[in-house]
């Protein structure tokens, strides 16, 4: 699957995202133990601007298992707040529906 293709689907299989116009949600696996976890980034509050133009988040994933690694994900939002890059390490980024199939195990 595409980057474009994985975006496109994030958006639009994401429950979370229904009734929450400013929460834009981060679903990723950690490398170590597999297991999905999800974060919650506010759009009024999380984005910084970037010199550049447009924004970034920062945001470290700790999962609820006793494994504590400490995924870093960097997410690079344009001037209408859309994601235009996103990248993790130590954890790798999933949509919404592979986070539902996992977490639901
Ligand atoms: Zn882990």
Redesign the pocket.
Known sequence: MGFLDSLKSLFRANPDNQYDKYGHWIYAR??????AIKTRLDLRNDLHPRDEGGYIVRKTLV?N?L???RIKVTLTFDEQRRVVEQEAVRGKLITAEEFETTSSQ
């Open positions: 950690c490398h170590r133990c597999g297991e999962g298992q494994c504590f690694e």
